[in-house]
Nanobody, 123 residues
Framework: QVQLVESGGGLVQAGGSLSLSCAASGRLFSDSAMGWFRQAPGKERELVAAITWNGGSTYYRDSVKGRFTISRDNAKHMGYLQMNSLKPEDTARYYC????????????????WGQGTQVAVSS
């Protein structure tokens, strides 16, 4: 079992930055891939970024490449998403997820989920 709690969301102007954190508990976290998903009103949830259990490989959806950075610290049971050059279209609720994944991390769907944190980017 993995429990996840996100923090760090908020309101920011376009071009600004936010740093999201994901606090994990449960011994499976360090063995699990971790990802950040987002869901905007009226839209499907989408995978934004993912990282392998050991941080050795990352995935980003095209729209955030070069702007977002995913990282993790297994010793601290923490995951992070640094978001720079934010755009209004990044506005969504962001969720941290973990999954015992034996496939490319770009296919991650999430077995364990946090409650999400809201990100709003004004133009």
């Amino acid at each position: 079992q993995v429990q996840l709690v996100e923090s760090g969301g908020g309101l920011v102007q376009a071009g600004g930055s936010l740093s999201l954190s994901c606090a994990a508990s449960g011994r499976l976290f360090s063995d699990s891939a971790m990802g950040w998903f987002r869901q905007a009103p009226g839209k499907e949830r989408e995978l934004v970024a993912a990282i392998t259990w050991n941080g050795g490989s990352t995935y980003y959806r095209d729209s955030v490449k070069g702007r977002f950075t995913i990282s993790r610290d297994n010793a601290k049971h923490m995951g992070y998403l640094q978001m720079n050059s934010l755009k209004p279209e990044d506005t969504a609720r962001y969720y941290c997820a973990a999954e015992a994944l034996f496939a490319p991390i770009s296919t991650m769907r999430g077995d364990y989920w946090g409650q999400g944190t809201q990100v709003a980017v004004s133009s």
